[in-house]
Every structure is written in structure tokens, then in C-alpha cells.
């Protein structure tokens, strides 16, 4: 590709997802999936290059991207939890164990702590009905988490998305502990 | 060919039809929303479900190809219940809004709801709302709840216009229709989206809560505004055009779409500029006591100088039927034979070689012989698309500036300010061409079926044009003259000369003291003429210009009279269009104030002349051609060059010119918001050295004594050292420019001033 503006990251990937999936609209999902796993979100220019490195247009981009919730188009903490909204759950206590969440991370449900740790969002059925209420925190299964329980969310130690995990090393900051050290 | 049979009936259709349209050719209609046979198939809606024996359940007519034996019902039980249920789920978030809706009794919606729907709903759920009025572009609403998600607004502006600029966003029920990153459409053509959407969703915003289906006329007429002559359908409510649709015309395998400068100018008609009263000598005065006058004074002229003392220009605006009556008004009544129209270009296309849109869609190469069809003839560059959609067509673009874009690629030619006709002789002279050059010209001479899209403005380019023909021996070639005025080959057809030297000859004689009264109908010489200059001198020296039509000119003090007549909309009649296709366009709006039609007008004049002018019904349709005016025979051309130009001092400009249809459209209120407020053109390099901000700005252009000030934008499609400049812009009239010498080009001055401002 022409456009050398890009992290060579992204470029070498692009090419990699374009010779496993020759057809370019099949190589765009792959590709999203690894600049969201390694900046936790899709930002504008991730969005701008996904165009131009796969060689289509931003509005196709633009539609793929708005129809799966996975990819998000805001900031998104680097601890990103799911709690499953779906009827077993729900009836096992899902929307306490929400409601617990937000108390405690002082956000409602779709927002990230001020200080980008925790994004906390709801999920349809996550497919794992047998551990109701099921949770996934940076995309990894948790659960039966008892409503009361919510806190083992916030400490059970997950991978960060790298970029984020860069960020939070140059600021100081604390990543995704810093919710519970806190306490 | 296919046989099969559909509701009982056997029919035969080519292979790879769709069920939709061959029930379509035995008259029997499907309903679709997705489907439209200009995108294609999409299969996105399932309203079309028909029953086709051996298959297991119900099949989407517009996705499914015809097959051998093939038994299809489009009605019953099974088929009804299945639109039914699609229906029933379309409506589930639909704000069964009907009665505010602009659409109420032209939508599909309703149609098939009252044909299948089931006038009760089980969904008793609230309904999601969304929002009502999304601004899509400066004209389009978008209500994203009545949207039933066919795409084709979607699928129309990014894969036929090419233009991707709106997407759906989202996912399940929460899915809509959005522009992309935010950004409002600003495609040329977005406008077309509202007669393609099936449903009340994108709706025209100058059209609005202006009417209801019964309270407006609905009648076909064709766009004036540029020489394309878009099939279309004008809306009148109590005598006002409101709305301008487009009209398909499946015989013609037109879909009936329409530019945004055609369609949302159709207020010109009520424009405050619009002329509907009479004056005399510069002061109002009654339509008849003007006519009056006007015609004495005529009268006076022929008796005491003879009927060639008069000369008489049309701006080939009205309708064949009036032109030919102003011509018979001036041959009889008059007695002169001095009568031409105005044209903005120099170059007189030989007639036997004008094409047709059908030889353009066959085409299997186009040259852009200095005209943008884009900006210029906005349908045409559809048109282009079109014809590349179906079959190969290799698009050769040679001018003073970049011809191809993005949407339309191609190979570009560029050539030295006006030598792009001694270019193309230099190409078809065939000797010593270097590579480029070379296969441009195997192309030209060896393309099955060329079509030449010229803008006229290079004389020497008519001859050059019947010797490439000549050239091509068998091979066909068309040329489509894409310079206006809109209506000059019906002027033709009215028997009026629209050669260059005939309206020059006029103009001349003007200037030399030879004539004695003018007559304008609707022709503007000051603005429109090439030579600007001469135009000028003229209308100094001759001492009586009499003007009648829509806008007067300016200055008005020269006009010793201005009389109003009736415009597009007001009168039915007929006009030609560029490939000299006769159409009728109807009435559907009142003229305003004294406006009247030029034939009332002119059989006023002749009685107050005192010669009584009898005009019998005149048929433009002559019938030997279909419906296209009459080409006469070829004939044997001879090549010719063209003078070479000397070189320019350092610091200097070229001037280029072009048709613009986003200047050249008439005054339009509606249009106002989308004025180019930036509408010369320069090289980005040049702009940064001249210190023009992005997109661009004021610049000030000066040659001799002349000074200039306008906008100008950043355009890379503009070579160095040269500046474009749209033909008919009141503030720089590239007809008073010498093109030959240079211009001096600088920041205007507001700008310098701000630049030093502390
Ligand atoms: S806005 Fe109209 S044309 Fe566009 S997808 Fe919706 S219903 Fe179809
Ligand atoms: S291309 Fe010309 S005739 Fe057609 S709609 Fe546009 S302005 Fe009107
Ligand atoms: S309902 Fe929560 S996993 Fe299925
Ligand atoms: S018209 Fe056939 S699926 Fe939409």
C-alpha cells in the first residue's frame, strides 16, 4: 500500500489479513479485530486506515463497524466488562449485579470511569446460560458472579489491550487496578 | 431465450431476466421496494415474494432468474399471506404517520398496505423512535422512522453515482440510514434519492408540508436549465411551481434522473428578478401601452429605413413553437432576415453529425473534447456511468484542464490554452506523435462506436470533428454539443440560424451604426456573447434595444423597453434537447404579473405595427426521424489547424473558460444555498504561492485596465498557471477577457488588508 502514514503495525497486518482472505470485505473484520485488541477501541483513524489499507470505501467501514457492538467507536477503558442482560440471567440476578456495578464505579451502564479504567457495558445472551449471571471482562467468561460478588470483576487479573497498557505506563497512571486499589 | 409462464400466460425473455421484469412485459405488477432495475438485484425487503411451482416456499421475484418451463403465480392465498407478514413487519416501528406526510398518497407503502396489509396491528409494544428530520443534504429530510431499509438511496448515490456518501448504521430495529462520518450528501445528484426512496423517508425540504397530492398538478415537463433536457414532472399548486420530480421513460431506457441544479430551481419562475411588468423608455408601464409603443416605433424604423434596419437575437430559452414564432414575427412582419441565436461559444457543430443518448449508452469510447460533463451537463456524466456499468467504454478527456475525475476515469490530455483543437488536428495529422499522443489517436480511429462530448468554445474543432469521422470511414461517431442555451437546436428546428457568424454579423453591424432597433427575446449579449467586448459596443451604438423574456439584462437603462413573457412551467409547448429529441413539456403554473407567451406577444406587436401577422398552428415533429429534429446529409470535411499562440510574459495567466451549471442556472432562491462561493479555479501550487487559504478565497484578476474581484477555490484539476473561470459569472466576465494575453492574478484586496492588520 502506498499510504505510508500508518503504523507499520497496522500495515504489515493489513497485508496479512488480505492474503488469507482475498476478497476484500471478508478481510476487514479480521483486521478491525486486531487494532481493537490492541487499542481496546476503534478510533477515527484506525477507522480512516482500515479504508485505505484494505482498499474500500469509509462508508463500508463506517456501516460493518455500527452493526457489531464489539467495535466501539469511543474511548473504552482498559478493563471492559459485559453483563449479560439476557433472560437467564436476568433471572438470576443480572440487573442487581449491574446495579451493584454502577455504585460502586460511581458510571451508569455504557459509560467508562473518569479515569479510563472500566467501561462497563451490557451484553444480549452471551451463549453461557449455564453460568448465570455471565460476565466477560476483556472478552474472557466469568461467571456465576453473584450480584454481591461484583468486586471479583474488577480484580480478577485480565490482559490489557496494549496500546492501553503503553498509555497507562507513559502517564504513571495504574491501569486497571487502579479501580481497586482504590478501595 | 427463456420460455415461461407466469399467472397463465407464456412469455419468452432473455436470459438472466429477473421474474419481476418479465411479469412486468406481460403488464403484471409485483411489488418491490429493494428492487430497482437500474441498481440491480438486492433481495433486501421480500415484499416481491411470488409462488413458483416445484419450489418449496415463497421466492423473491426480483433475485430469482427466469429458468426453462418455469410456472410462476404472483397472486393467491400462499403469496398474498406471505406479503402480508413481510408487510406486518415493516410496519412494526413505522409512525403510522400518513396524514403529515409528504408522501402521503404517492408512497408504496401505503399502496401495498392497502392492497396485502391487514388494517390491524398486533404489535402492541411502544415503537422505537428516531429522529424525523435528519438533514441528509441541504435539501433532503431524512425521517429514519417511516425508512423500511430497501437501500436504495444507499446503493444509488455510492454504486451508480459513485459517490458514497450515505450508509446504513447500526444493527436489527435499530438500524438507519445516515451520511457518512456525519457529513451532509453533497453529491450533485443526491437529490434523485427522494423519487427513488419507495416510502415517506427522504423527502424534499424546499417541497416540505407544501402540498398534498390533491390540492396539486402534477405535469410532464422537461428541465430547462441545462441542454440535457431531463424527462421530468413539475408540481403546481395554485399557480406556483413547487416541485420537480424526474420522470423515467422506459421506452427511451431513461430512469429518470435529474441533477440538483435542475431540480431545485424551478422557483425561478417566482424569482424577485423575474420580470412580470412592463417598461418604457425606464419606467413601468401597462403590457399593452409598451406593446403598443414597441410596435409603432418598429413600424417607424421599417418605413423610413427598411425592415433590415432591424436585427433580432434569441436566447433559445422558449418553447420551438415560440421561436418559430418570433422568427415568422421578425421574416414577416419585420422583413429582416437578420435573426440568429445567442450562443456563449464560437463553434458551430456540423449537424450531421449530432448523436444521440442511445449512441452514447452503445458507445465504446467517449471523448471529452473540452467539456466537463459534470459540471457542465450533469445527467450526461450518469449517462457515462451508465454506459460503463453495462460494457467497457474507454473515456479519453482533451482540454485546457483535467477532464476525467475520480468518478468518471479516463486518460487526460492536456493541452495548451486554447490549442486544443490544433491538438486534436496535430493527433489526427498522425505525424510524429510521441507515445501518450499515439494512442490516443489508435484509440480515437479505432474505437468500434466514438461519441464526442464537445463544449464547443473552440471554433476550429467543427472541421477537425467531421475529419475524424471521415477518418473512421465506417465506424460511427457521434458528437453531443454539451454548450448552451438550452434550447438552441429547437431554435434551429424553427428555422433560425445558431451559427456563430450569423450573431456576430448582427452585433457588428450593431456596433458599426448599420442597425437601427435590436430585439432580445430572453438574450443577454453582454453576458453570453464569446466576445464580450464587441457585445458591448453593439448595444452602445444601436440606438433602440427592445428586450422581452424572463431576466432583463443588465444595464437596463440601455433597454428602451423590457416586456415580460411566460417561462418554462407556464406554457405548454415543446423544446429540443442536446441530441435534438423533441419533447413536450406542459403548463402547470400561472404566468406571473404581464408576463404572456411570445406568441401573443408577438401577433400584439405586429397589429400595433400595423401589419396584422396570421400565425397557423406550427408542428415541430417532422416525423422522418422518430422524434428527433432532422440531420442533413454528411459531407466530405477537410481537416484544418489552428493558429498557435505566442508565450506569455512571466507572471502572467492563461485564462480558461468552461460552462458551469452551478453559475449558469437562472437566479433561484432555493438554489441560494448552495452557491459556489468560490467558483474560479487554480492549481493548489499556485494557490499557495499566490498565500490562498484552503479551500480558497478572494482573488483579485486584472488584465490592462481591468480589474476583477471573485472567489476562487483550489482545484487540481486546473493545470499551473492558469486560472479557470466559469462562462456567465456577473463578477468576472470571462467574455471581456482577451484569452490570447495573459491576466494578472492577486490576493484582493480585503484579504491583503486583513493579512496586515496587526
Ligand atoms: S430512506 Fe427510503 S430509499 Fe433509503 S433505505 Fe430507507 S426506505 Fe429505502
Ligand atoms: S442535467 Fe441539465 S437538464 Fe438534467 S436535471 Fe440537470 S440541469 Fe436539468
Ligand atoms: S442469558 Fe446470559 S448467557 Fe444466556
Ligand atoms: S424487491 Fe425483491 S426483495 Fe426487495
Redesign the pocket.
Known sequence: MSNQQWPAEWRAWAEEVQATFPNATSSLMPFLHRVRSQQGWLTPEALDAAAELLGMTRQHVDSVVSFYTLFRTEPTGARTIHVCRGLSCMMAGADTLMENLEHHLGIAEGQTTSDGAVTLLEAECLAACDLAPACQVNLVYRGPVAPDAFRELLEMPVEEPPALARRAEQSGAQGAKGVADRE | MIQLSIDGREISVPEGTMV?DAAAKLGIEI?????HQALG????????LVEIEKMPKLQ????TAVREGMVVHTGGPAVEKGRQGILEFLLINHPLDCPVCDKGGECFLQDYSFWYGSGKNRFEESKIQRQKDYPVSDYILLDQERCVL?QRCIRFLGEYVGEEQLMLEGRGVHTVVSTVEGQPAHSPYAGNVIDLCPVGALLSEPYHFKARPWNIEREETVCSVCPVGCASLVTGRDGHPVRLEGRPQPDLDDYGFLCDHGRFTYDFVNHPARLEQAFLDGKPASASAAVAAVGERLARVVEKSGGGAVAVLTGAVHTVEEEWALAQFARESIGTSRLAVLKPVAGDLPLPLLGTYADLAAATGVLLLGADPYEAVPVMHLKLRAARRAHPVAVWGLGDRVLTRSTLPGEDFVAEPGQVAARLGVVLGGEALDGRWAELRRGLLETERLVVLWDGADPAAAALLAALAGQRGERPTAVLPTHGPRNWLGAVRAGISAEHAAAARILEDAAEGRLEALILLAADPLRDFPDGDLAARALERVPAVYFAGWFAPEPRHALSAMLPTAAWAEVTGTYANMEGRLQVAHGAAAAPGQARPVRSLVTALARAMGHPLRLPDFDPFQDQDGDRIARPAKQPAESAGAPARPALPPGEWRVLTGDMVAVSHPPSEIAERTREPLPLRLHPHDADELGLGAPGGLIEVAQGERRFVAGARRDARIPAGRVFIPRGLADVPANRLDHGAGVKIALADPVREEVAAP
Open positions: 419481476v411489488p418491490v421496494y429493494c428492487y438485484p438486492l433481495g433486501a425487503c421480500r415484499i416481491c423473491t421475484a426480483c433475485t430497501c
